[in-house]
């Protein structure tokens, strides 16, 4: 099996990136994650491997920026804690999350309330990020 199957996952899971968000960021299923929690997890993981492409597809039409910019060299991502998930329609929630990250020898968190929404705007219904409110 090739190391990058083998590669834990920058979600923090435990399990291998391929087993786990690496299986919505590649192929037909790349944009099925099956809940918010998943979304974001997904999205943390993109962040960190740069995928630009993942993080576009999965950003709401109505708040997506124009550009997203590649990490700065030498950011390190140092993890990522869920601290809630929280249901707040059938087609909505939220999860509270703390990433951490480091870059020129300064670390950083960001604490974000993310909100989802599950809409059909491309046919098949999945999650998107909408936006977050900073802690």
Do not use: I
């Not at 037909?28 to 491997?49: I, K, N, T």
């Not at 590649?70 to 909505?92: F, I």
Request: with cysteine; charged share 25%.
């Amino acid at each position: 099996m090739s190391d990058a199957l083998l590669t834990a996952c920058p979600c923090g899971s435990g399990r291998p990136l391929a087993g786990c968000c690496g299986r919505w960021h590649a192929g037909p299923l790349h944009l099925q994650a099956p809940d918010a929690e998943s979304l974001m997890r997904s999205r943390y993981s993109a962040y960190v491997l740069d995928r630009l492409d993942y993080l576009r597809d999965t950003w709401h039409p109505r708040t997506r920026p124009e550009d997203l910019t590649p990490n700065p060299p030498g950011l390190r991502w140092l993890g990522l804690e869920v601290r809630r998930h929280r249901v707040t329609a059938p087609d909505q929630a939220e999860v509270e999350f703390v990433a951490r990250s480091k870059l020129g020898g300064r670390a950083h968190r960001l604490h974000e309330t993310s909100r989802f929404e599950r809409a059909a705007l491309e046919g098949t219904p999945r999650w998107y990020y909408v936006d977050g409110d900073l802690r």
